[in-house]
């Protein structure tokens, strides 16, 4: 390895508050500034709350947008917009331990059976009783727990 391998000033980085990284505040996170798309933070069980993005028309049909492992909403940045202008009632909910929704420090609240019980209780708290539910990788298997159970 030789100096064309490491970023450029990485060897006068430290204490140079220019080469810093600034941490990007909650309000400037996705959906920042998107027109149409609310946030707010929904209770669901054991103290948790959810971060949530709702978008379209509140009479319209749900649809449900659960991410994948390590994920957040942002993955749906492309579609939360084209869906609401479709007519539907779009939730795009942060799972549990990821984006700004709460990390609880219990390992069995990452269970998937946990955050089956996470999104059902989502879907109660913002009385949805009937949705469709699109997941990614695990978002999908929490929706296809969703379908079963119901």
Request: glycine share 10%; proline share 7%.
């Amino acid at each position: 390895m030789d100096r064309r391998d490491l970023p450029s000033g990485a060897h006068c980085a430290i204490g140079r508050a220019a080469d810093r990284i600034r941490l990007i505040a909650a309000a400037e996170i996705y959906p920042a500034r998107e027109p149409g798309i609310a946030v707010r933070f929904v209770p669901v069980h054991d103290g948790v709350r959810l971060r949530v993005l709702e978008a379209g028309l509140r009479e319209g049909r749900p649809i449900v947008l659960l991410h994948g492992w390590g994920a957040s909403v942002y993955s749906y940045r492309a579609a939360i917009p084209p869906l609401a202008a479709a007519g539907f009632r779009v939730i795009a909910a942060e799972l549990p331990g990821h984006g700004l929704s709460d990390k609880p420090p219990e390992l069995e609240q990452y269970t998937r059976e946990a955050m089956i019980a996470a999104a059902n209780a989502l879907l109660d708290a913002l009385d949805v009783r009937d949705a469709v539910v699109v997941g990614v990788s695990m978002g999908g298997a929490i929706a296809a727990g969703l379908a079963i159970e119901h």
